[in-house]
């Protein structure tokens, strides 16, 4: 592809109106929306006014105006996103947290059933939260097993099979309707893990018939640094699951404190504590986004944004493990190199912002709402650069003292 091949392509892109709706650095290509989604431009009065007239005028007023409802009121924003009805999805706390409380609820829905099942090299958190949740559950063990054993490790002892949708190194992407499948004709429930998935990728749990699903906001939905995750439990679970955090927002009647504890009709029980309403107002915002994107035009152009690297990749002579076929994946490339983390260096010391991910992948997200494929094509130029050059050997490169 050339430039002008790429500029063409931007010209015809449906989603091109979108990338003035982020401030975006000068000079900067950021391929790193999958790990921090960038600023939309909206967030910043969003949060001015949540602050100073919310907050500073209206002050402990806000609570009957808005403030109260945001948990579901946010949640019905994503709830499309994910093939969901508005009910059966709420917002607050985060991914670990929401991990947490629907892993224990599953084990104790059905105590005949005592395995969690995952799969070897998942995202660490999911797996680190699944230990703590199986030890506060009698007789509850994890299992960990690696991917091509999943199937087979499925047994009548298995509660929950736990799965993050699409891999955060290599994007492989679990087929959503076929293992959520798999495990009910096993008799166990299917946890998904949505953060590398939504906003990214067409997802739709009421044709999958999925049981439960958790997701961060900071990624490709753009909510901002830490900002508030998703739960998602089918309609026909919430009256059987319980909340095993009952703190007062999951209460009944939160303000008309009684000592005992009556929990919430549907999805309200899965509330705890005191939402965290700045953080709220920079993900509404950001999801206010959202109410005109045309899926199937994001996945068209994930995909156009991948083959460009991935053929930038194959030139340079690097690996690539992502899945070749769309279908397959996520919407990040990862290649495989021994001086991967002094590539991504090197890149960004380019204005090329990917990331590294131990021991030897470098991985570039791909967020086609503010990325152009003449940016990619840029990218991919400076990776074949840096790598013909062996500019990548330079001292400076070498030294662990980053987050990417």
């Known amino acids: 592809m050339t430039r002008e091949d790429a500029r063409a392509l931007d010209a015809a892109d449906p989603l091109a109106r979108f990338r003035d709706r982020f401030a975006l650095p000068n000079g900067i290509i950021y391929l790193d929306g999958n790990s921090l989604g960038a600023l939309p431009r909206a967030v910043p009065a969003a949060i001015a006014d949540a602050t100073t007239r919310q907050w500073g005028d209206r002050l402990i007023r806000s609570w009957n105006e808005g403030w109260i409802d945001a948990p579901e ?40 059933r005592r395995t969690v099942l995952s799969e070897a090299g998942n995202f660490p958190t999911d797996l680190h939260i699944a230990e703590g949740a199986v030890a506060c559950v009698p007789g509850a063990r994890l299992k960990v097993v690696d991917r091509a054993a999943l199937a087979d490790a ?11 949708h699409v891999h955060y190194k290599t994007s492989d992407r679990f087929d959503l309707a076929a293992w959520t499948a798999r495990a009910h004709a096993a008799g166990a429930l299917v946890l998904w893990d949505f953060s590398h ?9 009421t044709a999958a018939n999925a049981d439960l699903a958790v997701g961060c906001s900071y990624k490709y939905l753009n909510g901002g640094p830490g900002a508030p995750a998703f739960l998602y439990v089918a309609r026909r679970h919430q009256e059987a699951f319980a909340n ?19 929990p919430a009709a549907g999805m309200k029980r899965w509330l705890v504590g005191t939402p965290s309403i700045l953080a709220m107002a920079s993900l509404e915002a950001a999801l206010d986004l959202w109410t005109d994107i045309d899926m199937a035009a994001l ?62 992948i470098l991985r570039l997200g791909l967020t086609p709402l503010y990325l152009s494929h003449e940016d990619v094509w840029q990218a991919g130029e400076h990776l074949r650069a840096i790598v013909a050059s062996e500019a990548w050997r330079a001292p400076e490169f070498g030294e662990r003292n980053t987050v990417t």
């Open 73 to 112: 009121r946010l949640g019905a924003k994503i709830a499309p996103i994910i093939g969901a009805a508005a009910d059966e999805v709420i917002v607050g706390d985060t991914t670990s947290t929401h991990l947490f409380k629907a892993i224990v609820a599953a084990l104790r829905h059905d105590p005949a």
């Open 154 to 164: 499925l047994d009548d002892d298995t509660a929950l099979l736990l799965l993050t």
């Open 197 to 205: 998935s939504v906003g990214a990728i067409p997802l739709d749990v």
């Open 244 to 262: 095993p955090v009952s703190g007062w927002m999951g209460h009944a009647e939160p303000f008309a404190f009684q000592d005992g504890y009556r």
């Open 299 to 360: 996945t068209a152009k994930s995909a156009a944004l991948f083959d460009i690297l991935a053929a930038a990749g194959a030139l340079a002579g690097l690996a690539c493990v992502s899945p070749a076929d769309a279908a397959s994946r996520g919407s990040h490339i990862s290649f495989r190199a021994p001086h991967a983390y002094e590539l991504t260096q090197a890149l960004i010391a380019r204005g090329v912002i990917g990331d590294f991910r131990d021991p030897d």
